[in-house]
C-alpha cells in the first residue's frame, strides 16, 4: 500500500487533502450556520437549547463531530506543514514583490488559517468546552423534552455582551471571510475543476459565500451586544 | 592538396537515397553499443541527431553552450516546415518539391542532397506528430497547410508562428528521453573550443565549462557539429545573441573546409535599427508584404522633416512618395523575391532617403489595404463604401485578423501603431547558406567530422526558401545522419573508446589554452563588443546585400586592420577559470574575424550573382542579378590557411534532372 | 532618461550577494536588456566586472533571459519576456530594483544568471513521448480535434523560462510541469503513457525542491505566454486518477 502514502505525501496529494478536509468545512459551516441561526429566535433559548442539547447527545451527530474534529486538525497541521516548506522554498527573499500578481487572500492563506484558528479556540473555550465538559451552565427545562437541558442560549447572552469578545468574533469572521474567498474556488481547483466554462460559476458561489456565511455568524454577537440585555 | 569526393550514390536520382540506404555499411546493434559519438549543438539538427543516434544505441555524448538544450535558435522560427505530402492533392510531390529548392537556391546546390531532403521530407511530419507536436489541424482533424514563399502548392506545416519552437520542443523531449534512459550524456553549458585529431581523425573535442571555466576534454569514435549558422558575423541579424560560428570555424581551422561562405539570406522585412546600442534585429514575417506597400518620400526635404519628427508620414502626399518597388518591379510590385526587395530597399536608402535617424528604413505602408478592405466590406455589408469613418474601421478590422499578432510585435519593439502610421522596415541578415563542406554522407574532409543543420552548405544553394531551414535541419538529425555515420562507424568497430589522456587531447587543449589566456592577457582598452559591432558594419558595407571588387578588396583590408586591433587592444576582463561571458564574447569574435575574411575572399572570387549574393559587375542591363552558370557552377570549398591565401577547391555542380533558369521579376 | 538600478551582485552560489546601485542614461528606444548592454559597456570601459545575466534570442521565445525587475519576473508588461521588454516603459528618475529569479530550487550561479536545470530534469521525468525515429504512422492517421490541437498549442507554448516559479509566493513549478503535462495529454500520441508520465514528473518535480502550489494564480498572472492555470487543474486531475487506476502498489 506504499501507493496511498506515495500519494498522500506527494504535493498533490497534500494538496488534495487540503482540499477535501477545506471542502467539509465549508460544508460543516452551513449546517452551523442555519443551527446557531436559531440564536435568533425571540423564544428565550428555547428552540436554541433543544438544538444544542441534541447535538451534544446524538450518538450519530457525535460520530461525525469527532470526524470535523480531526478534519479540522488535519487541515490546520497539514496547512503549516505546506507553509512551512513553502516558505522554506525560497531561502533568499525578493526585495521587492509584486502585490498585483495575486491576491491579499492568497497570498496570506496561512496566516488567516492561523487567525482563524484562533479565533476558533476562543470560540470553542467558551461555548464547547463548557457545554460538553464543565457544569458551569445553568440547567433549563423545556415541555417538548423530558430532561433538563443546558442552556446555552444565556451563556450565549452573557458573553456577547462584552465588547471586546464581540470585537474578536468580527476579527475572526473578517479572517474566515477572506480564507474562504481564496479557498472556496481553491478547493475546486485542486481537484482539477478549473474551467472557462464552469469556473466563473464556481467562483461567484464562492464569493457570495465567503461574504453571506461570516456576515450570518457576524449577526448573532452583533445581535445579542446590541439588541439584548 | 584534398581531392573532393562528394561520394554521391550511383543511380537515378529518385533511386540514389534509397539504394544507398540498403547497400550501406552498417553497424550491428551490439557493436553500436561500444561506439561513442560526440554531437555539438542541440538545435533541430543536433537534438534530433542526438535522440536519433542514442535510439540506434550508439553511446552519445550531446553538447550546448546554453542553460538548457531546449534554447537553441532553430525555436525562434516562425513561419512553418515544408513537406512533400501532397495532402492537399495540388500536385506537389517529391520530385516538385526537389525542383522548388534547386531552383530557389539559383542552382548552386547538389542535386542528390536536395532530393533525398525532399524524399524523407514527409517522414519528418510523421515524426513529428507522432512525438506530440501540436501542429495546426483541419475542422475535421487532419493536418493543415498554408503556402509560403512563392512556390504553387502548400506544403507548408505549421503551428501558428511558432512552428520552430514546437519542431525543437519535440526534438528536446526526444533527446530528454534518451538522456533518462542513459543514452545520451547531456552536457550543457560546455562550450566546444576545439576538434581532438587522432591519426587523422576526429575522435573528439575540448570544450569549456562555463560554470567553472575549467577546459574539458571529450573522447569518442566520431564527432558531429550541428552549431548552426554564422549570422552573426555581421553583429546584428536576426540570430541569437550567442549564436557563433566557433564550433564549425574550429573544425574548419583543423581541416575541413568550409564552404559558399559569401552565401547569406537577407530578410527584407525587419524591424530596423534605432540607435548604436542596437543589439539584435527581429524579423517580420514576409506575409505582410501581400498587403503592404513599400515607399519612401521622393523630396529630400520630406526625409529631413520625417527624421526629425517634423512631418508624419501620412502628410506626405501621395505624388510625394516614391513606391519603389512598384516603380521597378511593376509585374511583381511589392512580392518581389527576398533578395530584390532586400537590395532595392538599400539603394534608396544609400541615395539618403531613409526614413529613420540613421537613415536606414522605408516604410511599409497598411493605408491603402486598410481602406481597399474597408470599402469592400462597407459594401458587402450594405454600408457607404464613401464614408470614411465606416471604411476606415472595417478595413482596420480585416487587417488585424490577418496581421494582428505581427502588429502587436511590432507596436511592442517600437512603440508605434502600424494602424495608423506605416511601419519602418529594413533588411537584416537572416540565415547563411554556406556552412563546412560535407559530401553525401555529411561528412567533412576531416574523417569522423560530420556537420548537419545550418553547419553545413549542403542543401540550400546560394538561397534558401521559406519553411526549408527546419526540414533541412530534421532531415539531417532524424533520417540522414543515423544512416550515414554508419559508412564512418562500421570500420571503427574494433576500436576500443579513445582515452582523453592521450597526447593529442593534451596538446590540442594546451593550445586552446593559450588563445584563451592570449585574449585575457592582451588587456588593452576596447571592449569585446565594441570591436564586433565594428567588424559587423564593415562587413554590412563591403559584402553585405550588394558586393564589388573594389569593396569586397577594402573590406578585407579594413578587417584586417581591426583584426590586428582587436588582437592588440582588446579588453576581456576576469579570468579563465570563472563563469566569464566576456571571454566567451571575445573567442566567438575572434574566430568572426576569420571567418568574415574567408567570406570575402569567397564572395570576390565569385564574380557571378546568384540568389542572396549580388555582385555589381555581374547584372543585367536593368540591374538585375546575373548568373554565370558556365564559370561558377561549383560549390566553392575553402581550406583556411593562417600563412597566406585560404585556398580553393572547387566541386563542380552537375544538373541532369533539372534545366537551368534565368529569374526575372519584371 | 536617468535611471537608477539597483542591481544584485553575487559572486557564485556559495557566496551571500548584495545590491549595487548604478546611475545610467537610457533611451526610451532601448530594450531592458540593450540598457543592461550598455551599463556593462560603461563597466568595462572603467575596468569593471560586467553584470553577469542570460539573454539568447532577445525575441521573447527561447526564454533564456530571467531577472525579476521591481518585483516582477520579465518586468512589468503583460505578456511580455525581459529581452521584449522596453525603456518606453520608464520614465525619467525612475529608480529600478533588478534581482534574479529566486528559489531554493534555482540557485543563483552568478549576479543575475540562475540554475534552471530542475526543469530539464522534469521533462526527462517523463514530459516526453516514448516514439523513436522511424516507428512512425502517417501523421494524417492520428486526427486531431482542431480545437484540441489548439489547447495542446497553448499549453505547448511555455518557453521554460521560469517566471511563474518565480513568481509563486512558494516557488512552486506547478504550472511548468502541469503545461507539458496538459500539452501531451490532450493529444492521443501522448494519453498512451499519461498516467506514467504524470506521476514521474510529479515526483521530480517535488524531489527538486519547489514549494507546493496554493493556487494564488501569481504564476499566471506573470506568466509571458500567457499559460493557463486550467493547465494546473488538468494535471490534478490527470494525477488523482493515475494514482488510483494504475497497477502499481
Sequence with gaps: MSWISNFLTSSLGKKLIMSLTGLFLITFLIVHLAGNLQLLIDDGGEAFNTYAHFMTNNGLIKFLSYGLYAFILIHIIQGILIALKNRGARASRYAVTNRKSNSFASRNMALLGLLVFFFLAVHMGDF????????????????????????????????????????????????????????????????????????PFIKAVGKIYSIVIPIGFAIIPLYFFFLKN | MIKLDAKIPEGHISEKWMKYKSSMDLVAPNNKRKLEVIVVGTGLAGASASASLAELGYKVKTFTFHDSPRRAHSIAAQGGINAAKNYRNDGDSVHRLFYDTVKGGDYRSREANVHRLAEVSANIIDQCVAQGVPFAREYGGTLDNRSFGGVQVSRTFYARGQTGQQLLIGAYQALSRQVSLGNVEMYNRHEMLDVVKVDGKARGIIARNLLTGELESFA??????????????????????????????????RGALMANPCFCQIHPTCIPVSGTYQSKLTLMSESLRNDGRVWVPKKMEDVEAVRSGKLKP?????????????????????????????????????????????????????????????????????????????????????????????????????????????????????????????????????????????????DHGANRLGASALMQGLADGYFVLPYTIGTFLSKDIRTPAF?????????????????????????????????????????????????????????????????????????????????????????KVADFFELGELMIVDALDRNESCGGHFREESQTEDNEAKRDDENYAYVAAWQWNDEGDPVLFKEPLVFDNVKLKTRSYK | MKLTLKIWRQKNSQTKGKFE??????????????????????????????????????????????????????????????????????????TIVIEPFRANAFPVLKDLVVDRSAFDRIIQAGGFVSVSTGQAPDGNSILIEQDVARDAFDAASCIGCGACVAACPNASAMLFTSAKVSHLSLLPQGQVEGAKRVKKMVAQMDKEGFGNCSNTYACEAECPKGISVENIAKMNREYFSAMVSTSDK
Design chain 1, 128 to 199: 464547547w468546552y463548557k457545554m460538553k465538559f464543565t457544569n458551569e451552565l445553568p440547567m433549563v427545562a423545556y415541555a417538548g423534552i423530558g430532561v433538563e437541558v443546558k442552556d446555552l442560549y444565556t451563556r450565549v447572552n452573557m458573553a456577547f455582551q462584552e465588547w471586546w469578545l464581540v470585537a474578536i468574533y468580527m476579527l475572526g469572521l473578517l479572517a474566515l471571510a477572506l480564507h474562504l474567498w481564496h479557498g472556496f474556488q481553491s478547493a475546486f481547483h485542486t481537484l482539477g475543476l478549473n474551467h472557462k466554462k464552469y469556473t
Design chain 2, 220 to 253: 569518442a569514435h566520431c564527432v558531429v557539429i550541428a552549431s548552426g549558422g554564422y549570422g552573426n558575423v555581421y553583429y546584428l541579424s536576426t540570430n541569437a545573441m550567442n549564436s557563433n560560428v566557433s564550433a564549425a570555424w574550429r573544425a574548419a581551422r
Design chain 2, 314 to 458: 501620412i502628410d506626405i502626399a501621395e505624388e510625394d512618395r516614391d513606391y519603389y518597388l512598384e516603380r521597378k518591379y511593376p509585374a511583381f510590385g511589392n512580392l518581389v523575391p527576398r533578395d530584390v526587395a532586400s537590395r532595392a530597399a538599400k539603394e534608396v536608402c544609400d541615395e539618403g532617403r531613409g526614413v529613420n535617424q540613421s537613415g536606414l528604413a522605408v516604410y511599409l505602408d497598411f493605408y491603402d489595404a486598410i481602406l481597399r478592405y474597408g470599402r469592400a466590406e462597407a459594401f458587402s455589408s450594405g454600408l457607404d463604401p464613401e464614408d470614411y469613418a465606416t471604411v476606415k474601421k472595417l478595413g482596420t478590422k480585416v487587417i488585424e485578423a490577418k496581421y494582428g499578432n505581427l502588429f502587436e510585435i511590432y507596436e511592442k519593439i517600437t512603440g508605434d501603431d502600424p494602424y495608423r502610421t506605416p511601419m519602418r522596415i529594413y533588411p537584416a541578415i537572416h540565415y547563411t547558406m554556406g556552412g563546412l563542406w560535407v559530401d553525401y554522407n555529411l561528412e567533412t574532409t576531416v574523417p569522423g567530422l560530420f556537420a548537419i543543420g545550418e553547419a553545413n552548405f549542403s
Design chain 2, 499 to 587: 582515452s582523453k589522456d592521450l597526447p593529442e587531447f593534451k596538446k590540442t587543449k594546451q593550445e586552446v589554452e593559450d588563445r584563451l589566456n592570449q585574449l585575457l592577457n592582451i588587456k588593452g582598452e576596447r571592449s569585446v563588443e565594441s570591436f564586433h559591432r565594428e567588424l559587423g558594419l564593415i562587413l554590412w558595407d563591403y559584402c553585405g546585400m550588394s558586393r564589388n571588387a573594389e569593396g569586397l578588396k577594402k573590406g578585407r583590408e579594413l578587417l584586417r586592420a581591426l583584426k590586428k586591433e582587436f588582437y592588440s587592444n582588446v579588453f576581456v576582463p576576469g579570468e579563465l577559470k570563472e563563469f566569464n561571458p566576456e571571454l566567451e564574447k571575445a573567442t
Design chain 3, 21 to 94: 546601485v548604478h546611475k545610467i542614461e537610457a533611451t526610451p528606444e532601448m530594450s531592458f536588456l540593450e540598457m543592461l548592454d550598455v551599463l556593462n559597456e560603461e563597466i568595462i570601459e572603467k575596468k569593471g566586472e560586467p553584470f553577469a545575466f542570460e539573454h539568447d534570442c532577445r525575441e521573447g521565445i527561447c526564454g533564456t533571459c530571467s531577472m525579476v525587475i521591481n518585483g516582477q519576473p520579465h518586468g512589468p508588461m503583460a505578456l511580455t519576456t525581459t529581452c521584449q521588454l522596453h525603456m518606453r516603459h520608464y520614465k525619467d528618475g525612475d
